[in-house]
């Protein structure tokens, strides 16, 4: 049971991570930045791997610890 709530918690987590980089990335490609960091398309590539992670740890925990 609580390796089904674990798992249900990173895939939550996994979705807002998801939702977050794309808020970002949108935001920036509209050029709501005035002076945006050369750092920022690294930091967006790295919140999208951070989520596919989270994503695939949640399903994980749900299948092993079933």
Do not use: C, E, H
Not at 7 to 25: E, K, N, P
Not at 41 to 65: N, Y
Request: proline fraction near 5%; charged fraction near 10%.
């Amino acid at each position: 049971m609580l390796g089904i709530i674990v798992g249900l918690l990173l895939i939550m987590l996994s979705i807002y991570q998801f939702y977050a980089t794309s808020r970002s990335f949108k935001s920036l490609k509209k050029g709501n930045y005035t002076d945006p960091s050369p750092f920022m398309l690294p930091t967006l590539w790295t919140s999208t791997i951070i989520a596919i992670f989270l994503a695939i740890a949640g399903i994980g925990t749900i299948i092993i610890l079933k």
